[in-house]
């Protein structure tokens, strides 16, 4: 077994992105910026998790580095990890790219908006969105980004369905969703440096 030096800081979306290889690091920049002020508003989702304005994007980069952190233990098991942390930290950035324009908010309360209320419609969207900017994903990473979620409908017990790097995408996911719902806290986060972007 390798010795673990696990990455104890908190790093911004920003520094996140940076750590994504291009030509998809230039990209998702793009993405970020074309898109910043609704990625700022839009909750983490409907009633779940990081339910606050800005939640979408406390989720995602509470997501990444929750996944530089995995990456690093899992690797110093020495036992192969047949992707890189760049294709890890892509499928995160990536994985929830319809909630800014899905979650609706009025009075208070979250809906999904029409058109985009059902796990077909939310996977359109996004496959569009990256059509749009001219992403294209390897096949692994196809694969990572469909079953971040899940397999759903997909599953079979004849053939493995989910990859390995949806399998530790969609391990991020789940803890940060049903685990760490209500972080990065507002103040007082244990994760040193850890807060929400607008608490920064």
């Given at each position: 077994m390798r010795e673990i030096?696990?990455?104890?800081?908190?790093?911004?979306?920003?520094?996140?992105?940076?750590?994504?290889?291009?030509?998809?690091?230039?990209?998702?920049?793009?993405?970020?910026?074309?898109?910043?002020?609704?990625?700022?508003?839009?909750?983490?989702?409907?009633?779940?998790?990081?339910?606050?304005?800005?939640?979408?994007?406390?989720?995602?980069?509470?997501?990444?580095?929750?996944?530089?952190?995995?990456?690093?233990?899992?690797?110093?098991?020495?036992?192969?990890?047949?992707?890189?942390?760049?294709?890890?930290?892509?499928?995160?950035?990536?994985?929830?790219?319809?909630?800014?324009?899905?979650?609706?908010?009025?009075?208070?309360?979250?809906?999904?908006?029409?058109?985009?209320?059902?796990?077909?419609?939310?996977k359109k969207f996004r496959e569009d969105k990256l059509a749009e900017y001219g992403l294209m994903l390897t096949p692994a990473q196809l694969n990572g980004f469909t079953y971040v979620e899940g397999e759903y409908k997909d599953y079979s017990s004849t053939h493995r369905v989910m990859n390995e790097l949806a399998a530790f995408c969609h391990k991020i996911d789940n803890w940060c969703a049903r685990g760490w719902y209500n972080y990065p806290k507002a103040t007082g986060d244990e994760w040193t440096g850890a807060t929400r972007f607008r608490t920064v």
């Open positions: 030096h696990l990455r104890l800081d908190y790093l911004s979306i920003e520094a996140l992105i940076d750590l994504i290889d291009e030509p998809n690091r230039g990209i998702c920049k793009r993405i970020l910026a074309d898109h910043r002020s609704l990625f700022e508003k839009a909750r983490g989702s409907t009633h779940n998790h990081q339910t606050w304005d800005g939640g979408y994007i406390d989720h995602v980069t509470d997501g990444m580095n929750y996944g530089r952190h995995l990456y690093a233990f899992d690797e110093a098991f020495g036992r192969p990890l047949p992707f890189s942390l760049s294709d890890a930290l892509l499928v995160f950035f990536l994985h929830d790219l319809e909630k800014p324009w899905r979650i609706l908010v009025k009075d208070g309360q979250s809906s999904n908006r029409e058109g985009l209320a059902t796990k077909d419609e939310f």
